[in-house]
């Protein structure tokens, strides 16, 4: 982009002396004749340079420039007053306090100046290869942040695949021993009890066979939908697989506790399903068997294994009892 420069000075005659001694300069010029006129332009443009002489009507460079400065956008545009009352210390200080970065003294030298519109273009051109830079890393640094949310949220999708079933949405087989191994080790270190509770649903296969294995899946969802109503947060439901359930029941100390609870899932998952399946509304029964297996401390290093086994077991006595029913394991 061609740099540009703003020439400020209300006599005609200095404008196009410095139109001629500045034509070779590979910028483009812009003149103003009053300091109102080059606020207004430095409004529109971002100048390289600004030339502006001390001595005009109504605003004087030291004004202009002090309305520069203090303009957050236009702070940093450097300044070189060209006056020829320059000459002592008193004004040179001035111009620097009101943002002069140089002067040049009238009758301007052509070396002179010439010699300092090539510095500060330099130094522009500088500025805006950095600038172009900055931006580009600001660039980068944004597509990265998005690359690593993008990469945060698919390693906790793949995460939460591993480990959940995939039609329900709850935790499956390897999550649910994970959360049982985590009950049996809270219940060691606070000397606490929790129950282990293996669901089947009683009727299931029927459910397929007569309408489907759609109609089946949307039975799955909803049972998975009800299990939580009477479990508390800390509670874990899971899906094993098939038609199997699982539940870690937290701080149960009575084992009646667990029962009735249970009983009233048992209750719950025997209500009617209104089921919607391509289109079809489909009202299905089916109830569960349910096997209750209480902690007790104490139980061995193998005490997950025995959880499981009494709570299937206990399970399977509700079928042989004549389903939809829970048991608790002695």
Do not use: W
Request: aromatic share 4%.
């Amino acid at each position: 982009m061609t740099p540009k420069i703003l020439i400020v000075d209300d006599t005609p005659a200095n404008l196009v002396a410095m139109r001629r001694l500045l034509a070779r300069s590979g910028a483009e010029l812009y003149e103003a004749t009053s300091g109102n006129a080059a606020l207004a332009l430095c409004l529109d443009h971002e100048f390289a340079l600004i030339l502006l002489d001390v001595n005009m009507p109504d605003m004087d460079g030291f004004e202009v420039a002090s309305l520069l400065g203090a303009a957050e956008q236009l702070s940093e545009t450097p300044i070189i007053f060209v006056t020829a009352a320059y000459a002592d210390d008193v004004n040179r200080l001035k111009g620097y306090h009101s943002g002069a970065v140089d002067y040049i003294a009238k009758p301007i030298n052509d070396v002179i100046l010439q010699s300092k519109i090539r510095v500060f273009l330099e130094l522009h051109s500088a500025r805006m290869k950095l600038r172009e830079a900055m931006a580009e890393l600001a660039e980068r640094n944004e597509e990265l942040h998005r690359e690593i949310a993008e990469r945060k949220l698919i390693e906790t999708m793949v995460r939460h695949q591993a480990s959940h079933d995939p039609l329900t949405g709850l935790p499956n087989r390897a999550l649910f021993r994970d959360r049982l191994h985590g009950a049996i080790q809270r219940a060691i270190r606070h000397h606490s009890r929790f129950a282990l509770v293996c669901i089947d649903i009683d009727g299931f296969k029927s459910v397929n066979d007569t309408h489907g294995h759609a109609a089946g899946d949307a039975l799955l969802q909803e049972i998975a939908n009800r299990l939580p109503v009477h479990l508390r947060s800390n509670d874990t439901v899971a899906r094993l697989g098939g038609d199997e359930f699982a539940l870690v029941l937290e701080e149960i100390d009575d084992p009646r506790t667990a029962l009735q609870l249970c009983e009233k899932l048992c209750a719950e998952l025997r209500e009617p399903y209104h089921l919607h399946v391509d289109g079809n509304a489909i009202e299905v029964r089916v109830g569960a068997s349910i096997g209750i297996a209480p902690y007790v401390p104490n139980e061995g290093a193998d005490a997950e294994e025995r959880l499981m086994h009494a709570a299937d077991h206990a399970m399977y006595e509700a079928k042989r009892n004549g389903k939809n029913g829970c048991v608790l394991a002695g």
